[in-house]
């Protein structure tokens, strides 16, 4: 068993990227269309070109992991050294000023070019911390808790970079009532951010590194042939494939909704910053109830069930406030009594959506678990990478459809009109429901259940066995001191 100081160890590295994912998801889009100029469907491309290059960096990230032998071990090499690509890109896109007065095209190749260095930083420790965590249990359940324990850490950096933003950095002033269209506070906003990440991934790193010893090392060619055939055979499980385009089309629905919520908050319900921070406890109770509730369906629930019903929970309230508003019942705009309405939704809903994610990353150690039995090889590193990936996905699609629609519509931010914001505010609500369907589709037909993966697990150890003679089973179908026998 995972001790509770191993659990935080490890899943504070997931801090860095719930700062980064909520910058990216909320604020950058923000900052380059609204703040800096950038033309909307320039900023969405940008943000797209750096997704491009994910696709490319991620999957190879996690084969280059799943093949490195050294003394820090498989993953930790990376992880180390992630750090400086993340930061230094990451405070950098943030830097241009109006002052500067940048041309469209140098504020595109600038967004592009940092926006890409920030995300192959976190590439470099994301992917490997992912699969890192899937390789250090394989039972069925305490793999749950452990990515539920990340997952959490990674929704309250969060939104602490959130409170960040709007409870301190963009603070209302008598020039700047809705403080988040200051100029001038965004860069401070970076760098704390930039620091809080540093910190992160240096201390998960090192604070875990004792457990490398423990697990398994790569064994096997590293030609370029094996390692196509390998991936061949890990991205054609049937259970990865449904996984994959399941969270494909989340990652499109709610990435969209995500990259519009600030406007939204902004121009249709009209609030200042001040007044958004207020969502924010409501997010943190989220992620708690998210927290005790996981571990405890997975005891009586298959996760395939939970997902399908975290999918439908959230499809159903994403327009609930919309809905209402239709209906004239709503407060009034900019009202603290607005902000207390929409609460009520947004509690049930993000705690369902912040459910799915804990289960859905459990998925994969599950999936990398029936992967070997087929292959004969760990291979945490590219099945992880899709994680990675997903959770880019949501920012990268999402930005990217956001900055088209803002361009479709010709979003003004000094000129615009209620109907403008009344449109961001029908596909934020409405059109995330419909795009819900189809990931809701996808995943009725996952199969890996608690029962196939026990039987997995019997499998690969009976495959072990046969050159380890005299060990006996325990409860849990594992063997007893077999860790400790392939260690040494």
């Not at 910058?23 to 269309?33: E, H, N």
């Not at 003394?71 to 890109?89: D, T």
């Not at 064994?219 to 259970?239: P, T, Y």
């Not at 407060?331 to 607005?338: A, R, T, V, Y």
Request: charged letters at 15%; one cysteine or more.
């Amino acid at each position: 068993m995972l001790s509770n100081k191993f659990k935080v160890n490890y899943s504070v590295g997931a801090v860095a990227n719930g700062v980064k994912t909520d910058t990216f998801t909320f604020f950058l889009l923000f900052f380059y269309s609204n703040i800096i100029g950038l033309n909307p469907g320039l900023a969405g491309l940008a943000i797209f070109i750096a997704l491009c290059i994910d696709a490319i960096t991620d999957p190879l990230m996690g084969t280059i992991s799943d093949r490195t032998n050294s003394s820090f071990g498989r993953r930790h090499p990376y992880m180390f050294i992630s750090f400086i690509p993340m930061s230094l890109g990451y405070i950098l896109l943030f830097a241009p000023r109006q002052e500067w007065d940048m041309s469209q095209t140098d504020l595109f190749i600038w967004m592009t070019i940092f926006t890409v260095i920030t995300r192959i930083g976190m590439t470099l420790f994301d992917i490997p911390h992912r699969a890192f965590g899937g390789e250090v249990t394989k039972d069925y359940k305490e793999r749950t808790i452990l990515m539920s324990w990340r997952e959490m850490f990674a929704w309250v950096a969060g939104l602490s970079n959130a409170f960040l933003g709007y409870g301190v950095f963009f603070a209302s002033t008598p020039e700047f009532p809705q403080g988040q269209l200051n100029p001038d506070v965004w860069f401070p906003f970076a760098l704390t951010g930039a620091a809080i990440m540093v910190f992160s991934v240096l201390y998960s790193s090192l604070s875990t590194k004792d457990e490398i010893n423990s697990l398994s090392k790569w064994s096997g060619a590293i030609s370029l042939k094996d390692i196509f055939n390998e991936l061949k055979i890990a991205i054609g499980n049937k259970s990865f494939l449904i996984f994959f385009f399941g969270n494909l089309f989340l990652s499109l629905a709610w990435g969209l909704s995500n990259s519009l919520t600030l406007f939204v908050n902004t121009y249709f319900w009209e609030f200042e910053a001040t007044q958004i921070k207020y969502f924010l406890p409501i997010y943190l109770f989220g992620t708690l109830f998210a927290f005790y509730l996981t571990p405890r369906m997975v005891n009586v629930l298959e996760k395939r069930n939970i997902v399908l019903i975290s999918i439908s929970v959230v499809g159903l309230l994403s327009p609930a406030a919309f809905i209402f508003y239709n209906l004239g019942l709503t407060p009034k705009n900019g009202s603290f009594e607005l902000v207390l309405f929409i609460s009520s939704f947004l509690l049930v809903l993000i705690t369902f959506n912040i459910i799915g994610n804990m289960v859905r990353d459990s998925m994969v150690g599950d999936i990398a678990d029936e992967v070997e039995l087929t292959s004969g090889k760990r291979q945490e590193g590219i099945l992880f990478a899709t994680v990675g990936f997903m959770q880019k996905l949501n920012t990268g699609l999402g930005s990217f459809f956001a900055g088209q629609v803002l361009n479709v519509i010709n979003f003004d931010r000094l000129n615009h009109t209620a109907e403008q914001a009344y449109t961001l505010a029908f596909v934020a609500g409405p059109m995330t429901t419909i795009l819900m369907i189809v990931p809701l589709l996808i995943f009725y037909n996952y199969s890996l259940s608690a029962k196939r993966h026990q039987d997995i697990i019997e499998n690969l150890n009976d495959a072990i066995v046969s050159d380890f003679p005299g060990l006996t089973k325990d409860k849990n179908y594992e063997y007893i001191d077999l860790k400790n026998k392939l260690r040494d």
